[in-house]
């Protein structure tokens, strides 16, 4: 039974918020929860990212949830538009409407220990009312990419005098018909609407690149009417579906990769390359860094565009942006009506203030380690009752949501006993998480994610802070379920002792076994009884040891 004056706050109504809230709903059957959200609705990177091409570079039956799939996806990825409809309907579905407060900015979290709850401040963008709660469990679904690179090291940036913005701030009344466009960046979202924009031979489109990527193919393979009709009609076809791309993605993760399966992969990638790019492209469209060292770009028909007459690859570098254009390291001024900002996201810091025991801030913590810094991507030392999901290092070659589903299966855990009364907070103990960090760090220290300047690394080239070097089955088996003894429990003596119980009935039943299976031998060795004679005279035994006690 839970008690009804606790209360959940998430921060962001993305797919990891709308998740976190999803199972609340449904497995904790717990209602009592807001999610503070600054956009207008639901559905996070993929209410934001709405540049033409935008999809999911996973298969998308994979890239949904496990307790609603969906069997009328178009394509084998999905694009923005039908991924941010299924998270509507899936809102709708769940009735989370009404626990959503739209256009409204989480600006702090505040811990008082004393009353063991959070302050929680947040404002509405259009007023700029100010507004304050109090909740018992924050957790913040805002997840790395959360607020977009503008290259300000750029001189002249803010000189343009066209239209300027960053790909995840796509105007929807942007019309580049009969326009010179600058792409600045040509990493994932670089790469899906160049295609797209330049389709319209009107579109002059000059992608100006400073390091090159490595790109995979992956193609968009449409399903038929009657894919669609086996999926909805038929029991288990769509699941084992699902089933089949994790495996096509998780297996070869466990497999080792020394030195000669590293230098085939590149070779490989290298030869994928060399045979869908232009000629002229070939000296400066291998990367000098090893493949999985940035983020690999999945190819559905960028590299095929650059055929396009009005399509130009610039390596010359950008000296300076000017109020009508772009002039290069070489000294060449290229003019353009249009510039677009491909350039990633800041992720190494957290976007807002959250104050735990003593002063201690999540930002304070990532600044004290280097960078951001959790136990398991989900919890920080001295922030009692607080979790992120997508948090550092949670990051995979495999599917974001399948990381989510995992982490807020294990949040639930911790927060259930909050929830209940059966205990106040539960705080992360620093050793552990020290420990965690120790061996993720070692084991990023001997990848190929060190040997890069990447935005996933503190200051472009030092602390890793985004990938996690290890197979998803090690994900799912870390978080399986919580450690009880590395987190610092308030209030929680019932549940403590309730766990001493269980351990001892566990140790108990272990011992009965174990009594039972020697009996078993000892008669039979010492009496040459048959195997039924032998555990019938066992459990007589044991019964009567039973009635005893």
């Known amino acids: 039974m839970y008690q009804t004056q606790r209360r959940v706050v998430i921060i962001g109504a993305g797919v990891a918020g709308l998740t976190q809230a999803i199972a609340l709903k449904s497995k904790l059957k717990f209602h009592n929860f807001t999610i503070f959200e600054k956009g207008s609705e639901v559905g996070g990177v993929w209410r934001a990212n709405t540049y033409p091409g935008c999809s999911s570079d996973i298969d998308i039956h994979w890239y949904s949830l496990s307790t609603d799939l969906y069997p009328y996806w178009n394509k084998s990825h999905g694009l923005q538009p039908e991924i941010q409809a299924y998270w509507i309907e899936l809102s709708k579905k769940y009735n989370l409407y009404p626990h959503i407060k739209f256009n409204t900015r989480m600006l702090s979290a505040e811990w008082d220990d004393a009353k063991q709850q959070y302050t929680v401040v947040t404002e509405d ?19 790395i990419l959360e607020v ?5 090291e750029i001189p002249g940036v ?3 005098q066209g239209a300027s913005f960053h790909s995840a701030q796509w105007p929807g009344s942007m019309d580049l018909r009969n326009k010179r466009v600058a792409v600045i ?16 031979p009107s579109v002059e489109v000059v992608n100006f690149i400073r390091t090159p990527t490595w790109f995979v193919t992956r193609p968009h393979v449409p399903y038929s009417d009657a894919a669609k009709w086996i999926f909805a009609n038929i029991p288990l076809v769509m699941r084992l579906h699902r089933a089949w791309i994790m495996f096509w993605f998780v297996a070869p993760l466990h497999l080792p990769m020394g ?5 085939k992969q590149r070779d490989a990638m290298t030869k994928y390359i060399l045979d869908n790019a232009p000629d002229k492209y070939h000296f400066h469209m291998i990367p000098d860094h090893p493949p999985g060292c940035k983020r690999t770009v999945a190819d559905n028909g960028f590299l095929e565009s650059l055929y396009r007459s009005n399509v130009t690859l610039n390596f010359d570098g950008i000296a300076e942006i000017v109020e009508n254009g772009i002039i290069t390291k070489t000294g060449e001024m290229l003019p353009f009506d249009v510039i677009v900002y491909a350039t990633g996201f800041i992720g190494e810091r957290y976007p807002m203030h959250v104050r735990g025991w003593n002063g201690a ?6 600044d004290a380690h280097g960078g951001p810094t959790a136990y398991i991507g989900t919890a920080i030392p001295d922030t009692p009752n607080f979790y992120l999901i997508n948090g550092p290092n949670t990051g995979t070659r495999i599917s974001a949501l399948f990381i989510t589903e995992v982490q807020v299966a294990y949040i639930l855990q911790l927060i259930e006993p909050v929830l209940t009364g059966s205990a106040s907070s539960f705080t992360i103990k620093a050793t552990p998480t020290d420990t965690y960090n120790a061996k993720l760090q070692e084991q990023l220290s001997r990848s190929v994610h060190v040997h890069c300047q990447s935005w996933a690394r503190t200051n472009g080239t030092e602390k890793v802070f985004y990938p996690f070097p290890w197979p998803a089955t090690v994900w799912w088996w870390l978080l399986r ?3 009880w003894d590395h987190y610092i ?3 929680a003596d019932e549940l403590v002792w309730a766990r001493r119980i269980k351990t001892v009935k566990k140790f108990l039943k272990c011992s009965a076994v174990l009594t039972l299976l020697w009996s078993y031998i000892s008669l039979r060795s010492r009496y040459d009884t048959t195997w039924w004679q032998a555990i019938t005279v066992t459990c007589g035994y044991l019964s009567k040891f039973a009635l005893r006690s």
Do not use: C, E, M, W
């Open 148 to 152: 977009p690179n503008l290259p300000y």
């Open 259 to 263: 030195d000669k399966a590293l230098q």
């Open 481 to 483: 379920r919580p450690n």
């Open 125 to 143: 963008i259009f007023s700029g009312k100010k507004t304050t709660s109090v909740a018992h469990v924050v957790i913040s679904a805002l997840g």
């Open 158 to 160: 803010r000189k343009f």
């Open 489 to 491: 429990a308030v209030g």
């Open 361 to 366: 801030t999540v930002q304070g913590y990532y």
């Open 185 to 200: 960046g040509n990493a994932s979202s670089g790469a899906q609407f160049v295609p797209s924009i330049s389709a319209d």
